[in-house]
Nanobody, 122 residues
Framework: QVQLVESGGGLVQPGGSLRLSCAAS????????MGWYRQAPGKERELVAT???????NYADSVKGRFTISRDNAKNTVYLQMNSLKSEDTAVYYC????????????????WGQGTQVTVSS
């Protein structure tokens, strides 16, 4: 059973920083793309940032220059460094990973973490 476990959320003042982590565990053949999404109250889930195995990154325009996604392939972990946080960044942040697992054969599947709350408020 593959799990994604997130950590690092919390309450921070505007202009502050937080670092989110997401570790994948279980019987994993390989992890392809990894990413972070967020969902604010009353809004749809939206992409924040993604990173490929080779390190190619993609960011939502709203976070470019403020957020940095990175990954440690040896630890099956993806990070999101969030700087210059704004109130509009308040949301539940979800980790996502495309992982090849054994289901009787090697199969690519999409996994989500449980979510971690980020609140930006004075």
């Amino acid at each position: 059973q593959v799990q994604l476990v997130e950590s690092g959320g919390g309450l921070v003042q505007p202009g502050g920083s937080l670092r989110l982590s997401c570790a994948a565990s279980g019987i994993i053949f390989s992890i392809n793309s990894m990413g972070w999404y967020r969902q604010a109250p009353g809004k749809e889930r939206e992409l924040v940032a993604t990173i490929t195995t080779g390190g190619t990154t993609n960011y939502a325009d709203s976070v470019k220059g403020r957020f940095t996604i990175s990954r440690d392939n040896a630890k099956n972990t993806v990070y999101l460094q969030m700087n210059s946080l704004k109130s509009e960044d308040t949301a539940v942040y979800y980790c996502n990973a495309a992982i090849t697992v054994w289901t009787g054969k090697w199969t690519g599947k999409d996994y989500w973490g449980q979510g971690t709350q980020v609140t930006v408020s004075s």
